[in-house]
């Protein structure tokens, strides 16, 4: 009698105590995934440019622009961009410098080998910082190299509310590269030693994104 008391007792208290468990264990996840909740960003490509400029025979600079791009913001709040994971994919073949043969020069292997790697991409940056300045941080992929890559970001005039009721923010990003590091080899040089084409390209990225 005595001990099936007992182990009435001692179930009475594991069931008491796994339910106390599960409860806690409950909160918890529900806790962690707010905590990690993302709010989602598209990148508007009808209001966003990816520009670039190299100095050209030591004296003047060429620029151009690629026309087709997309990408993602996925940020903790949607207010806040510290900590934002973006992702960037750049179409090589939509390059534009305003002159057709040397877009497809810089189409070819000499340049991007845009039929081989037709994809540039950033992948799993992180934005650091507040009061609208930031650092990006992620893989930059040319052709068939990556490499780690910091952009200097500003936020341009916070966050509003467009007229047609969507959530928009914009962001400008710059950054320098050496074009040698990615396997674009190009190397013509003037008789006096200077590169036709410089190796440093300065990348300009004005980005609109937009709440999903």
């Known amino acids: 009698m005595i001990n099936k008391y007992c182990n009435f007792v001692i179930e009475n208290k594991t069931k008491k105590y796994m339910k106390t468990f599960f ?3 409950v909160a918890l996840i529900l806790f962690t995934n707010i905590a990690t909740a993302q709010v989602k960003w598209s990148v508007d490509p009808a209001h966003t440019n990816a520009r670039f400029e190299v100095k050209h025979l030591g004296i003047a600079f060429v620029d151009g622009q690629f026309k087709q791009l997309e990408g993602t913001v996925d940020s903790k709040t949607d207010n806040n961009f510290n900590d ?5 994919s ?5 390059i534009d410098t ?3 043969m040397r877009d497809n020069h810089l189409k070819s292997d000499d340049f991007f080998s845009a039929e081989k790697f037709p994809k540039m991409k950033l992948a799993n940056a992180i934005l650091k910082g507040k009061n609208g300045k930031y650092t990006l941080t992620g893989d930059l992929t040319i052709r068939d190299v990556t490499k780690k890559i910091t952009f200097q970001v500003k936020q341009n005039g916070g966050i509003i509310t467009d007229p047609w009721g969507k959530t928009r923010a914009g962001f400008t990003a710059t950054t320098t590269i050496n074009r040698f590091d990615y396997g674009i ?12 084409v410089a190796p440093n390209i300065s990348i300009t990225v004005n980005v609109e994104i937009v709440k999903n």
Request: proline share 7%; charged share 20%.
């Open 90 to 94: 750049i179409d090589v073949n939509s």
């Open 84 to 88: 934002a994971i973006v992702n960037f």
């Open 98 to 100: 305003r002159i057709e």
């Open 23 to 25: 409860k806690v264990l």
């Open 185 to 196: 080899n190009y190397n013509d040089l003037l008789p006096t030693g200077v590169p036709a």
